[in-house]
C-alpha cells in the first residue's frame, strides 16, 4: 500500500530553526507537496519538490531525496504565526495526491 | 473575493436530514475536489471534477452525492448520514498540468457534525 509518514507533534521555541521529516512508499513519484494549514482555516500551498535537493524560498525551506523516499520542511527564525499544522502529501504514478496525516507544531514562547 | 468560497461553516445535521455543502472558485481552474478532514488522520479525497466531468470514486458511500453544475461551482447533497460522517468537509480548485505540479487551493472548510 502507499503511504506517508510524518510526525504527529512537534514544538519549537520563538526564533530558532525546526526541521519536519515526511517519508513516503508510493506508486511512483511525480512531486512532493508541502502545506500549512492553521486552526479553522484552508491548507494553502508552501512548496513543491520533483528534484533531489534543497528549495528555499524565505524562512521556509524544502528538501528531496528521492532514492530515501523522504523530505523535511525547514523552518528559520520561527514566529508564533507559524503554530500550524504541516502536511506532507505526495503525487503518485497516477498523478493522485497521497496525503500524511499531517505535523502540528507548537510555538513557544 | 476569497478565491475559494465555502458555505455554509458550521452545519449540525440529524441522521434524517438532506442539506448541501456548497463550494464556489474565483480562479478560472478546470479542476474541483471534496475532501474529508477528520482529526489526526491524512485527507481523504472524495470527489474530482475535471472539466466538468467527474472522475469515480468507487468507495465513497452513496450517501454523499456530488453535483457541478458549472466549472465554478461544486455542490456535496448529503442524506442519511452516520454520525462517523461528522469532519470537515474541504473544497478545492486547481489548474491541472501537464508537469504534475498540481497546486491545490482550498476553501476553509465547512465543520459538519451529525447527531
Known amino acids: 500500500g502507499q503511504n506517508i509518514d510524518q510526525p504527529t507533534e512537534m514544538t519549537a521555541t520563538e526564533g530558532a530553526i525546526v526541521q519536519i521529516n515526511c517519508t513516503y512508499q508510493?506508486?511512483?513519484?511525480?512531486?512532493l507537496f508541502w502545506y500549512q494549514q492553521h486552526a479553522g482555516e484552508a491548507p494553502t500551498f508552501l512548496s513543491y519538490?520533483?528534484l533531489d535537493g534543497l528549495e528555499e524560498k524565505g524562512r521556509f525551506s524544502s528538501f528531496l531525496s528521492r532514492s530515501k523516499g523522504y523530505s523535511y520542511l525547514l523552518l528559520k527564525e520561527l514566529q508564533m504565526k507559524d503554530s500550524a499544522s504541516y502536511l506532507c502529501?505526495?503525487?503518485?504514478?497516477?498523478?493522485?495526491?497521497?496525503w500524511g496525516a499531517g505535523t502540528k507544531l507548537i510555538i513557544k514562547p | 473575493d476569497t478565491e475559494v468560497t465555502q458555505t455554509p461553516k458550521h452545519l449540525v445535521m440529524g441522521m434524517t436530514n438532506k442539506k448541501s455543502l456548497k463550494c464556489e472558485q474565483h480562479?478560472?481552474?478546470?479542476?474541483m475536489y471534496w475532501y474529508k478532514q477528520s482529526a489526526k488522520k491524512p485527507l481523504e479525497l472524495m470527489f474530482v471534477?475535471?472539466?466538468?466531468?467527474?472522475?469515480e470514486n468507487n468507495s465513497v458511500p452513496s450517501r454523499f452525492s456530488p453535483e457541478c453544475p458549472n466549472s465554478s461551482l461544486l455542490n456535496l447533497h448529503l442524506h442519511a448520514l452516520q454520525p462517523e460522517d461528522s469532519a470537515l468537509y474541504l473544497c478545492?480548485?486547481?489548474?491541472?498540468?501537464?508537469?504534475?505540479?498540481?497546486?491545490?487551493?482550498f476553501g476553509a472548510g465547512s465543520r459538519l457534525t451529525v447527531l
Open positions: 478545492a480548485s486547481s489548474q491541472e498540468e501537464s508537469s504534475g505540479a498540481n497546486v491545490l487551493t
Open positions: 480562479l478560472g481552474h478546470n479542476a
Open positions: 508510493t506508486s511512483g513519484f511525480n512531486g
Open positions: 519538490n520533483v
Open positions: 502529501a505526495v503525487m503518485d504514478s497516477n498523478y493522485q495526491l497521497i
Open positions: 471534477y475535471s472539466l466538468e466531468e467527474r472522475v
